[in-house]
């Protein structure tokens, strides 16, 4: 049946999923059911099945240009009806030809008929200019801050043990700069024995000698970027320079490579103080705690984003790690990254001697970081069924149109969101398309368009939007509109925009469903966690208050709503709670021949726990485990060869590998729960007596009761007491 057939080529969720899986078909029941619609889209990400279609021509609607999909409609087998515009199309004679069984015959043979995720290798006329070269700038920072963390030896280590990995062909470039309160540029070519140094004091007026020299073949000259690389640390071991220029390196860069493109990897330890971009610290250390001014949350100057959007006319992106003691105005220097769709990495605390697992995870990230897909000089287009519109997107790109955004590079691990509004009723068709069209370039030079489509039914129904509604989606995207609405007015007002979001959800769904159908919270089965993911997010260290919070850590946790894989956003807002002592009792699941125990997720609240056992808390970048004062003392020998709990070591950052069962089943439970995430996490023992790991755990347990906030019982009493009444009194005692 058609039913059927949708099911078996429906788009991966983790690539593209809407907010309502029953789409309304006026905006007049869209709004009455008070939920958003949106899009949550993850275009690049790294799929199990791509297929990759080369033969031509790349059949597309005349009118709307969508790329022929499974959804179209075959009129018969030389025309199809488009699912987005409805225009009668065309087949050209080549599309009857099936590439794979090198066989004429019907089109639904075809894998752009078969699969809702499909690439095409794009002809010429796709292109503006040939395919460029993956190029590479990479920028570090060797003030004396930055010196004294270490980071320089363990960025240049990773980088490389992987520089040969960098993706790319045989054209592959790469440029290597520093700075403090001057640039240093490196010569690199065939004719030297070895790099040269030369420095560009005046940072206001700085000019581009001999570029060439500068942006080399990484093939022709490895060796000398190997050995440029190898001694770049011991350049700088007595630094004494406190200042930092990165504005003025930044825009170097770009002068650099703006003829060509390519990604610029920024690492920052310190507030840029000189030169174009200087900034000034904004923080006050003793209002962490209070209700953050909009103003420290947006950025301090429009410099970096003005550069940022040089950067995206030209396809260059911006790339931040942030490796910070001391507050580094991520608000402001992140516009560079966020408009130029680059990414930007935050690791608080970070020193590589003393801070070991902080460092653990930056080394892990980085790898992943240089090895990863990336496509180039790339943009996007969203194509909706008639009626359909977009009105706001979320996430780091440029918006050059109302469906058509610039992407200078992409990654895997980049989210978008958008915001939907229904123009017009869609009462005359039975499903509506939205279509992801993103062209790009790909690493080894090849032209290519990555096209997904959802096809959703469109219902008059009350009752099918609420049971088709996808919660965790619906999360993703209040948490993108709470995150604007702290931009535009203050935390306190997304707090409270969220909860009233919250409550007129409740209460029209308990006036549109029968009671046999919604459950005690007054809402349909599938928003039944609504309630604990909007305390969720509230209680989140990018909205809470009455917690010292960084600003720098607030800001940067703000932008992952907008920027994150969903997942990466659900497990940070709830993460999950495992316990570990007694694995032995556990179901086990086979992983490439390993036995890997599966304990159960427990509710995040401390009944759930005990003194006599050990809770791993996974919030997908950090492994936290607590172990209880009165563990028994097998646990502690088989797990930490350690004969009491007194003598447990909270400073490991990692479990010891001992040749027991307990050990060998605990450590294969953590590895198993790395290995699914693409990123580093950082691990923690938390005992009884480590007051500050304590405190930060137990903020964890969002369902429990803190000085600052209220418990997940009462929220929800409260929250239905107002659906029920529906009242608009202030939320402020009730909920903070």
Not at 118 to 146: C, G, H, T
Not at 392 to 405: A, C, E, I, Q, Y
Not at 641 to 668: G, K, Q
Request: proline share 6%.
């Amino acid at each position: 049946t058609d039913n059927n057939l949708q099911r078996e080529i429906q788009i991966e969720p983790h690539v593209m999923r809407c907010t309502l899986n029953n789409i309304p078909e006026n905006d007049g029941l869209l709004k009455k059911s008070k939920l958003p619609l949106g899009l949550l889209l993850h275009p690049f990400r790294d799929v199990v099945t791509l297929p990759i279609i080369q033969s031509n021509p790349i059949v597309r609607c005349r009118s709307c240009r969508t790329y022929i999909n499974p959804y179209v409609r075959f009129l018969d087998n030389r025309h199809y009806r488009c699912n987005v515009c409805y225009r009668n199309n065309e087949l050209p004679d080549e599309f009857l030809y099936d590439p794979i069984s090198k066989t004429h015959g019907e089109p639904q043979r075809r894998m752009e008929i078969k699969s809702s995720t499909v690439e095409f290798v794009a002809p010429s006329e796709y292109m503006l200019r040939p395919p460029q070269p993956a190029i590479y700038v990479f920028i570090f920072d060797v003030s004396r801050s930055a010196i004294e963390s270490g980071y320089l030896s363990s960025a240049t280590a990773v980088l490389l043990e992987k520089l040969d990995a960098l993706p790319g062909d045989a054209r592959r470039r790469i440029a290597v700069i520093t700075y403090d309160s001057s640039i240093h540029l490196y010569y690199i070519n065939e004719g030297l024995s070895k790099p040269h140094m030369i420095v560009v004091p005046d940072v206001d007026d700085i000019f581009l000698p001999s570029p060439g020299s500068l942006l080399i073949n990484l093939s022709e000259c490895s060796s000398l970027v190997h050995d440029l690389l190898n001694e770049l640390p011991n350049r700088f071991t007595t630094q004494t320079d406190t200042n930092s220029c990165m504005g003025a390196a930044i825009q170097l860069a770009y002068n650099l490579i703006k003829s060509c493109g390519g990604r610029i990897t920024v690492f920052q330890c310190t507030l840029p103080t000189i030169g174009p971009g200087l900034l000034k610290s904004r923080e006050d250390p003793n209002s962490r705690s209070g209700n953050v001014s909009s103003q420290h949350l947006n950025p301090a100057t429009d410099w970096y984003k003005r550069l940022a959007l040089d950067c995206s006319g030209q396809q260059v992106a911006v790339d931040l790690f942030v490796l910070a003691t001391q507050y580094c105005d991520i608000a402001t220097v992140g516009q560079v990254a966020k408009y130029s769709s680059g990414c930007v990495h935050y690791y608080p605390d970070y020193n590589a001697n003393k801070n070991l697992t902080m460092a653990d995870k930056f080394e892990t990230d980085l790898a992943r970081y240089l090895t990863r897909k990336i496509g180039f000089e790339a943009v996007m287009r969203i194509r909706c069924t008639r009626g359909l519109t977009i009105h706001t997107f979320h996430g780091n790109l440029f918006v050059r149109s109302t469906d058509l955004v610039t992407l200078p590079n992409i990654n895997p691990e980049a989210g978008f969101g958008l915001q939907l509004s229904l123009d017009e009723p869609l009462n005359e068709t039975t499903h509506a398309t939205i279509q992801a069209a993103i062209l790009y370039t790909s690493s080894k030079g090849e032209r290519r368009i990555r096209v997904h489509t959802l096809c959703l039914p469109v219902t008059s129904k009350l009752t099918d939007i609420y049971n088709g509604a996808d919660c965790q989606a619906i999360v993703g995207l209040l948490g993108c509109m709470a995150v604007d609405r702290c931009y535009q007015s203050s935390i306190q007002s997304a707090k409270e925009t969220l909860v009233q979001s919250l409550i007129d959800t409740m209460a029209a769904c308990r006036s549109a469903l029968p009671s046999n159908l919604y459950s005690g919270l007054m809402v349909s089965q599938s928003l039944s966690l609504l309630p604990l993911y909007v305390l969720a997010i509230i209680k989140n260290i990018a909205f809470r208050t009455g917690t010292s919070t960084k600003l720098d850590s607030r800001v940067y946790n703000l932008e992952q709503f907008k920027c994150g894989p969903l997942e990466s956003v659900i497990r940070s807002i709830h993460p999950n709670l495992y316990p570990v002592h007694k694995l032995s009792e556990c179901e086990m699941i086979d992983c490439n021949g390993e036995s890997i125990p599966q304990p159960p997720i427990l509710q995040l609240n401390s009944r759930c726990m005990d003194r006599t056992g050990a809770y791993l808390l996974d919030t997908g970048y950090s492994l936290q485990l607590y172990i209880g004062r009165d563990v028994s003392t097998d646990f502690l020998t088989s797990v930490f060869n350690v004969p009491h709990y007194n003598y447990l070591n909270p400073s490991m950052t990692e479990l010891p590998e001992l040749p027991n069962p307990e050990s060998v089943r605990i450590n294969a439970f953590v590895d198993w729960l790395l290995d699914t995430r693409n990123f580093g996490a950082t691990f923690h023992i938390v005992k009884d007596d480590s007051k500050d790991e304590l405190g930060i755990y137990l903020q964890r347990l969002i369902e429990d009761k803190t000085e600052s906030t209220v418990s997940y019982h009462e929220f929800l009493q409260h929250t239905l007491i107002y659906a029920e009444k529906m009242t608009p009194h202030s939320l402020t005692i009730m909920f903070y």
